[in-house]
């Protein structure tokens, strides 16, 4: 099985299958192609949130600002999951998610056709590679090299005490939920909360509250978000990805 | 097979597809998850209109406005396929639609992980489940019990005379086309309808009219559209989903 | 394998799987759905651009403004691949770059179920039977007359000197990465370009100027884009499909 991301948008990926199904008979399941462009912390976090939920399988995933630089070509062994895609820190994030053994390896990345479609001319067939020879023999192949170098990603924490959180907006969804990388268990006993300073109820749900109204819940991920019931709750907070937020 | 279809936009599908994929080898299908948001009404329209061309599968279809409330969680057997979704009448209108002989269950939805994901928590692994147990041994699993007692959902049909039709509009679909409830055949014989009121040339297509210019026409699922050849008839009529339409 | 390209959006595209599902087991790809609406010079541009990647397969691709009328269902062999589509140009550049050797075919539509909807009631089985068919046998189907009158399309070519270039914009990219019809190595040895008489740095990548800063490139397609590092090219050079562009 082979796992697709990107924030290609279309029709690009449909190059990149197609070069993966001239090499391998694997099984390909999109993760997501609109990943907030050459957003590499919010695909990393989409990313982290998602591929743990996968059987053993190679994740291609490509967001790229550097692309056609002189950046890394990775391949990130975790548990019986490999990861492909460009040394920027994208690969880390869900790799630890996914296993708490990783391997690194700098891939050979080939002479691409194009200096703008890596995903197409070097990771996808480096990912379809990937896939025939096995996550096991990984460090048996000439074409990747064992690294400990490499652009490694952290997604901020939030600094929290029993009365107030200070974190960070890590993403907002397509419903317009914000989600924060506060634990959700902050929320736990309260029936309000303060975020920024205004009042909001805590709910279980979206449908705690009325139809338009704001509420804070934890969220898919564990973490507390800012959602308006039936509404977009960034524009109800102001809220974007990056800005910070208190909670208490 | 299983299908997929949900509101979720991007990319929680994709947690879904990780998940039904960690217990079963089915090959996944995306009907679409686009879907209007928490809009069980047009759901529930677009999954009648597109499951009856599949070959017997399961359907997993998520549209919940109230997911982490109490509302159920149901299995619905439609002849040789299943149904999979919340209880709130989306899954009956596709399922009388694909067989006349319907068989409902309550499952148990477990202890899901999240109380806003059922997506991902409940509903994935259960048509995973519902698959690998077979459609036709539904009735034998402990997870679900036979229930009369479900949430019904009936979608409006049109009041037609022979010179009259007063009807809604289903949907509008992403060509901007307004697809009412009123059956085709009302426009047999006809050069011309009244839409509201507004004199309209019927066609049997698009093409039927210039550029721009609009028309009535009989759309793929069989009921009066009012189209733009080459533009948007929800923005030429001003209709939208809900709306009541008058042809004569 | 059969692969899928259309201009429907969503969900439309879900009833042509099933239609083609319920004929035959063959792997399913996705190519796009969100071609620009009735634009069938950018979609054959597309398929032109992606379809050369995918292994043998039966590409059924339908962007059908004549949808309805009587405008012929084509079947083009090209090399170990078909293409199945409508008879208005579409087919041939992509057919082109996939093989040299071209047999074009019309097929009988039979009695489509609806006037409107082709792709469903026209392509999709004609794509699963082509399939089952199989390639090599095409010639032999009752099904399938050979042709030489059909819709013929050339996407333009650019008129190029050595100090001088005219050229078309064949598409605007989903980054806003304008693909002009100009070959890359006009960009040989220069260090800037005059687009439409605007200085401009030409770039191997994106990342060769500073994010917001106007680029020239030799794109993946091996033409010259006219882009913007992080932002979008076509609202900074006012640039839009069809549009001439100068290079000097």
């Known amino acids: 099985m082979i796992t697709l991301a990107s ?6 990926p ?3 299958r197609g070069v993966v199904l001239q090499r391998t008979d694997a099984r390909l399941v999109d993760v997501a192609h609109d990943f907030p462009r050459q ?3 919010a695909a990393a976090f989409w990313l982290r949130e998602t591929l743990p939920y996968f059987p053993p399988a190679v994740h291609l995933a490509v967001v790229d600002p550097g692309v056609g630089t002189d950046r890394d070509v990775l391949v990130v062994r975790a548990g019986d999951h490999a990861l492909v895609g460009p040394d920027n820190g994208l690969l880390l994030p869900p790799a630890r998610h996914v296993a708490d053994d990783l391997d690194v390896f700098v891939a050979d990345p080939g002479a691409p056709a194009s200096s703008t479609f890596h995903g197409r001319d070097v990771f996808a067939p480096l990912a379809a590679d990937v896939h025939e020879v096995g996550v096991d023999a990984l460090g048996s192949t000439d074409r990747l090299a064992p690294t400990d170098e490499f652009v490694d990603l952290e997604l901020p924490t939030a600094s929290v005490s029993d ?3 200070e974190g960070d907006v890590l993403v907002v969804d397509d419903f317009g939920n914000v989600v924060t990388n ?3 268990d902050f929320l736990d ?9 205004d009042a909001v109820p805590v709910g279980e749900t979206f449908a705690a509250v009325a139809p338009g109204d704001p509420v804070a819940t934890v969220g898919s991920h564990g973490y507390v978000e800012c959602d308006v019931n039936r509404g977009r709750g960034d524009d109800y907070f102001g809220l974007a990805p990056g800005d910070e937020v208190t909670l208490d």
Request: hydrophobic share 35%; aromatic share 8%.
């Open 7 to 12: 924030d290609f948008g279309s029709p690009y």
């Open 189 to 197: 006993g309260r029936e309000t909360v303060r975020v920024n300073g």
């Open 39 to 41: 957003d590499v912390r």
């Open 14 to 16: 449909a190059a990149m």
């Open 182 to 184: 506060v634990p959700g």
């Open 163 to 165: 009365s107030r959180a």
